[in-house]
């Protein structure tokens, strides 16, 4: 890969940052300006070619405005996420019928009348407090706010305990989010007891799924080796992180274990490392079953080179059009408000992580809003055609100059002490 020498970053204002000096950075990216927009902060997901010019940890990133001061950025890696949080609830009214339990949990227990008008927090799971051992019930859930009209929340749902040999049990009920004041749980036990109700908690759980990053491969090389089916990968750039590699094709009705290593070229062709992700990628279309699973998972790894294997058994290779990598996203956020354009330096395997104090306060920001940005060479094969600082000392940059210089001043050097020895003879 080539690099054009980077003739501005000699250029950078004195005003910068006292640790940065651009010619201590090897690469750098211009990133698009916002359009007419008002926000306090931008955002900017780095792409493959970004994690190919950096450490592998990031931590040489640095982003410069246009006047040559360092911008200050929060780094976010995306990742699954889940909170709890809990909802007074008091129960009232327990009924035991023949055959059923009941009761009723008022969400608003502790509040002044008029408090209570208003809606309540949101709520979308119900956890039954029990001692009964031994014992599988149907669960319905209603919502109410004045306890007369009653709305169905979920039904048929199944609890249970089991305590023999083992111990399991699942009492919890999952439904749709309400901000009903009043929950009417009726539960009707499945050849077993009724069970004895001491209380339920209420709460309302939210669950993100970590964003990901596609990366799309350089090169494949497919080959078969005996029933297996090889394909040889090339995403382009070092450290790109992976942890989820999928294919696509238009087979159906099929189960085959697969297999993920990082790769590297040898004397040999290639070499392999452990497995870094494995699993089975599978698809039915059956009368009874209709699903696939066409991606296999792992720890995240960083590499440029993978090989991924398909076992075929005794059946024929999969027609697979496409392979593609995944790897959880990391985003870069800031504020947009110095001189534009910025750019973004990287490649300084010297430098360590900035602190800054937009970290200590990114918590508070609404990030999910914010606008993104693109890096200023759009084009995915001119991302890497990064602009480089040539850090060599100057007698290596121009090498042929010094030499010829030093050659000249010698031959100089010797001309003077033949004149001074000719000159001293004569005397």
Known sequence: MKYLALAVGLLIPAQASADFNARDWRYSRPILA????????????????????????????????????????????????????????????????KGSVSFILNLKPFLSPQMRRGPVERHNVLTIRTPTKNFRAIATVEGSDDRRSWYTLWDNAVVFNVSADYTASHLSVSYPMSTRRFLRVTLRPQNSAVPSIQGADVTFETAQEAGESVWTPKSLARHEEGKTSVWDVDLGYQNVPVSRVGIATRDVNFSRPGRVFVSSPSAQGRETGPVAMSGVFWRYALPRVSNEGLSIAGGEVRARRFRLEIDNGDNPPLNVQDILFFGPRRTLYFPPNRRWPYRLYSGNPDASSPVYDLAAFSGYLDLLRVPRLNFGDVDAEVNARYQATDRRPWTEKHEHVFWASLLSLCAFLIWMIVQKTREILRG
């Not at 359009?35 to 902060?41: C, E, H, L, P, T």
């Not at 410069?64 to 809990?86: F, I, K, M, W």
């Open 34 to 97: 916002p359009i007419a927009s008002s926000a306090s902060y931008v955002s900017l997901i780095l792409d493959a070619a970004a994690f190919g010019a950096a450490q592998p940890s990031l931590a040489d990133l640095r982003i410069l405005s246009a006047d040559g001061v360092e911008v200050p950025y929060h780094l976010v890696v995306s990742r699954n996420r889940s909170e709890t949080q809990s909802v007074q609830a008091e129960m009232v009214d327990l009924a035991t019928a």
